[in-house]
């Protein structure tokens, strides 16, 4: 009867590990912390440190990095139109291969999808 025992608590032991291990994932991805947006005062702050950079450098690095992340925001816009065309010719491919029942499923998580999307873009 003990090994019984001893085999239980290991098992539950061990689902514990995996379900912390899945739930601090699904945490994780969904609340943004894994893919960190860009931090420029950090980066700045760090720079500054590092290279023991003068107030002048600061002022002009601070330029610099303003000045590319607009032009990156620009690509982003610029490229975005042809991102949710391949979205969405790929969705009607998957679409068209779908029973009744899996396409309404389908279209459900669809929409799920954009709504975290456009809640991800807002902020």
Known sequence: MTRRAYLYFVLTFLLGIIAGGAGMYHYIWHSGRWHQEYDQK???KRMRKDLSLDDAQV???TQIL????????EIERAG???FDALHQATRNQIRAILNA????KFNDHVRRSDERRKKQKSP
């Open 66 to 73: 303003d000045e590319s992340s607009r032009k990156h925001k």
């Open 42 to 44: 950090q980066i700045i």
């Open 59 to 61: 002022q002009k690095l």
């Open 101 to 104: 029942e899996q396409l309404a």
């Open 80 to 82: 975005e139109p042809q």
